[in-house]
């Protein structure tokens, strides 16, 4: 039974909370007490004490739309604009005196828990571990209603939840907002917003905004999933909010290493990235992922590719910046110069197998090898043939991660380790088989599927991400998925230290089945693979959703950047 909680501080004496004591909810507390300035305010819409109160709260969902727009001689629309309605579930404002069409504040009793929570004796345990005299706000997300006047005269792309708190003080201080989700009465992330520089209204008091908060948009999703889930499947439910929790925790761990934008930053700072493939056949592979590379947020790219296939890649976009080496006789010598400058590689897109190529790839990851500190590499498609063929070639090469799908899995695993491919498919668990692959080549696998699953030799178990993507099956969408690996692991590499960190501090908690770890650590490599991944599928899902059969990787590749932009920066 997830909860949430939310802490508002200040380095002085002002504080104020928000929590919740029911897995549906999200709600406000406040520690001493209520002050009322003025005896016409309603006393519900104040939560704080003498220097430091929550002015407005609201909570509303976000719902973008595409309107079709029609040439009077023609009977199909001709093009379509996007718009955002901002729809308002409940808005508690401090001035509001008649407080009309709104939810109050309420106390929240037992009897109110166990109706909701009969089969769990009222969650009455999670209930006592609040603060005496607390304040609530209930809001059942699942269940918001939104009015068919709105819905139905719009094509809905997508919809997101948010809530927004704005703060008052006598004083300027640093405030910050802590935020804590919270399964089976134990902590398990917490998400930290920090407002430092207030605006001054005309009274001299402070005013700290805090805007758009994601949090209870997951908490919808979350709570949809639940609901589908059979009575009788508690483990389910329980396996389910632990990925709830380690999804929260991946995203977040993810925010923290994307580059800044920032005036005072340089050409290449947030990635100078290289794609090794494209082939006479196959032009359409490197662009793909290094588009997505490029849509991502890396700054640069070179695609190292043959001489057949660099005209089309050169004229497909002028970003790009090709090399026509892959297939030269020199080619050791002419791509050990451009090594240094790059932060690191995908190999395999478009590479073909043609035996010159896959010669002069395999003596580029011998170069690589050789480095004082490897750069990261991403192995797609055609890369994965030449491992398949030939795995000492990346054994213990940290840095690395291998993208094979179900297909390439099961030929790389019975390489590598002798089981025969009809054990191997027998085998339901495949978590098991990803991790010891990854722990016998000592590399990072993200095992393409379903569910995308990621192990890591480092990592106690691995990880899976299961966000909805498109059933759609067109080619380069592998393609697109190793372009945004490759810049997300840049990132992820050169700020592990931030990862590293925040995964040292969290905390596990115990249940009765070992196997759920909420927040077990996780390592550069899993935290890109994870965001890349929920990047991609979501991106495919939108398009899907508007496009259906239609739709192709170019479609997606559009559609990466405002993805990524409401996923991690939103």
Same mark, same amino acid.
């Given at each position: 039974?997830p909860?949430?909680?939310?802490?508002?501080?200040g380095?002085?004496?002002c @504080?104020? #909370?928000?929590s919740?004591s /029911?897995p549906?909810? +999200?709600?406000?507390?406040? $520690?001493q007490?209520?002050?009322i300035?003025?005896?016409s305010?309603?006393?519900?819409?104040?939560?704080?004490?003498?220097?430091?109160r929550?002015?407005?709260?609201s909570?509303?969902?976000?719902?973008?739309r595409?309107?079709a727009?029609?040439?009077?001689?023609?009977?199909?629309p001709?093009?379509e604009a996007?718009?955002?309605?901002?729809h308002?579930?409940i808005?508690l404002?401090?001035?509001?005196?008649?407080?009309?069409n709104?939810q109050?504040?309420?106390?929240?009793?037992i009897?109110?828990i166990f109706?909701?929570?009969p089969h769990?004796?009222?969650?009455?345990d999670l209930?006592?571990?609040?603060p005496y005299?607390?304040?609530?706000?209930i809001?059942?997300?699942a269940?918001?209603?939104?009015?068919?006047?709105?819905?139905? @005269?719009i #094509?809905?792309?997508?919809? /997101?939840f948010f809530? +927004?708190f704005?703060?008052? $003080?006598?004083?300027?201080?640093?405030?910050?907002?802590?935020t804590?989700?919270?399964?089976?009465?134990k902590q398990v992330?917490?998400?930290?917003e920090?407002?430092?520089?207030?605006?001054?209204?005309?009274?001299?008091?402070y005013?700290?905004r805090?805007?758009?908060?994601?949090?209870?948009d997951?908490?919808?999703?979350?709570?949809?999933?639940?609901?589908s889930l059979?009575n009788t499947?508690?483990?389910?439910?329980v396996?389910?909010?632990?990925?709830?929790?380690?999804?929260m925790?991946?995203?977040?761990?993810?925010?923290?290493?994307?580059?800044?934008l920032?005036?005072d930053?340089?050409?290449?700072?947030a990635?100078?990235i290289g794609v090794?493939?494209?082939?006479?056949?196959?032009?359409?592979?490197p662009?793909?992922?290094?588009?997505a590379?490029?849509?991502?947020?890396?700054?640069?790219?070179?695609?190292f590719c043959?001489?057949?296939?660099?005209?089309?890649?050169?004229?497909?976009s002028?970003?790009l910046?090709?090399?026509?080496?892959?297939?030269?006789?020199?080619?050791?010598?002419?791509?050990d110069?451009?090594?240094?400058?790059?932060h690191?590689?995908?190999?395999?897109p478009?590479?073909?197998?043609?035996?010159?190529i896959l010669?002069?790839?395999?003596q580029?990851?011998?170069i690589?090898r050789?480095?004082?500190h490897p750069?990261p590499?991403?192995i797609d498609?055609d890369g994965?043939h030449?491992?398949?063929e030939?795995?000492?070639?990346?054994?213990n090469?940290?840095?690395?991660?291998?993208?094979?799908?179900?297909?390439?899995?099961e030929?790389?695993?019975?390489?590598?380790?002798?089981v025969?491919?009809?054990?191997i498919?027998?085998e339901?668990?495949?978590?098991?088989l990803?991790q010891?692959?990854?722990?016998t080549?000592?590399?990072?696998?993200?095992?393409?599927?379903?569910l995308d699953?990621?192990?890591s030799?480092?990592s106690q178990?691995p990880?899976?991400?299961?966000i909805d993507?498109s059933?759609?099956?067109?080619?380069?969408?592998?393609d697109?998925?190793?372009?945004?690996l490759v810049?997300?692991?840049c990132?992820?590499?050169?700020?592990?230290?931030?990862?590293?960190?925040q995964?040292?501090?969290?905390?596990?908690?115990?249940t009765?089945?070992e196997?759920?770890?909420y927040?077990?650590?996780?390592?550069?490599a899993?935290?890109?693979?994870?965001?890349?991944?929920t990047?991609?599928?979501?991106?495919?899902?939108?398009?899907f959703?508007?496009?259906?059969?239609?739709m192709?990787?170019?479609?997606i590749?559009?559609?990466i950047?405002?993805?990524f932009?409401k996923?991690?920066?939103?």
């Amino acid at each position: 039974s997830p909860a949430v909680h939310t802490h508002a501080a200040g380095r002085s004496r002002c @504080s104020s #909370n928000t929590s919740s004591s /029911s897995p549906l909810s +999200s709600g406000s507390t406040v $520690s001493q007490g209520l002050m009322i300035t003025n005896s016409s305010i309603t006393p519900l819409a104040i939560i704080g004490d003498e220097s430091f109160r929550l002015y407005e709260l609201s909570a509303f969902v976000e719902i973008n739309r595409t309107i079709a727009t029609t040439h009077p001689s023609l009977i199909y629309p001709t093009s379509e604009a996007y718009s955002a309605h901002q729809h308002d579930l409940i808005r508690l404002h401090a001035n509001d005196i008649q407080m009309k069409n709104i939810q109050t504040f309420e106390t929240i009793s037992i009897d109110q828990i166990f109706d909701k929570f009969p089969h769990y004796d009222g969650l009455k345990d999670l209930y006592e571990r609040n603060p005496y005299g607390s304040f609530f706000l209930i809001k059942f997300w699942a269940d918001v209603p939104i009015s068919s006047s709105i819905t139905n @005269s719009i #094509n809905i792309r997508d919809e /997101s939840f948010f809530t +927004s708190f704005t703060y008052t $003080s006598c004083s300027n201080r640093p405030i910050h907002i802590s935020t804590r989700l919270c399964s089976f009465g134990k902590q398990v992330l917490e998400k930290v917003e920090t407002s430092e520089h207030p605006q001054r209204d005309q009274f001299d008091q402070y005013i700290y905004r805090f805007d758009r908060s994601p949090l209870c948009d997951y908490m919808v999703q979350f709570i949809q999933k639940l609901r589908s889930l059979p009575n009788t499947c508690m483990m389910n439910s329980v396996l389910e909010m632990a990925m709830a929790s380690q999804h929260m925790q991946l995203l977040q761990s993810f925010r923290k290493v994307i580059p800044p934008l920032l005036f005072d930053t340089h050409k290449g700072e947030a990635g100078r990235i290289g794609v090794v493939g494209g082939s006479e056949e196959y032009t359409g592979a490197p662009i793909f992922a290094s588009m997505a590379a490029f849509r991502t947020g890396a700054d640069l790219v070179h695609v190292f590719c043959a001489k057949s296939a660099a005209i089309p890649i050169k004229s497909f976009s002028p970003d790009l910046i090709v090399h026509p080496l892959l297939d030269s006789p020199s080619f050791s010598d002419d791509i050990d110069k451009w090594l240094p400058r790059l932060h690191a590689l995908v190999i395999g897109p478009g590479l073909g197998r043609d035996e010159k190529i896959l010669s002069n790839v395999e003596q580029l990851i011998g170069i690589l090898r050789k480095q004082e500190h490897p750069i990261p590499i991403v192995i797609d498609a055609d890369g994965l043939h030449l491992i398949t063929e030939k795995p000492h070639l990346i054994n213990n090469y940290e840095n690395c991660i291998l993208t094979p799908n179900v297909i390439e899995f099961e030929r790389l695993y019975a390489k590598v380790t002798g089981v025969k491919s009809d054990e191997i498919k027998q085998e339901n668990d495949k978590r098991k088989l990803a991790q010891k692959l990854a722990e016998t080549l000592h590399v990072n696998i993200l095992m393409k599927g379903h569910l995308d699953t990621i192990s890591s030799p480092n990592s106690q178990e691995p990880i899976q991400c299961g966000i909805d993507g498109s059933p759609r099956r067109c080619g380069g969408q592998g393609d697109l998925l190793a372009g945004a690996l490759v810049t997300s692991y840049c990132w992820a590499i050169k700020n592990r230290d931030k990862i590293e960190h925040q995964s040292s501090n969290s905390e596990r908690s115990p249940t009765s089945n070992e196997r759920i770890n909420y927040l077990s650590k996780s390592t550069p490599a899993q935290v890109a693979a994870y965001a890349a991944s929920t990047l991609v599928r979501t991106a495919s899902q939108g398009v899907f959703n508007k496009l259906g059969r239609s739709m192709i990787s170019a479609d997606i590749l559009k559609e990466i950047g405002p993805t990524f932009n409401k996923i991690f920066e939103k």
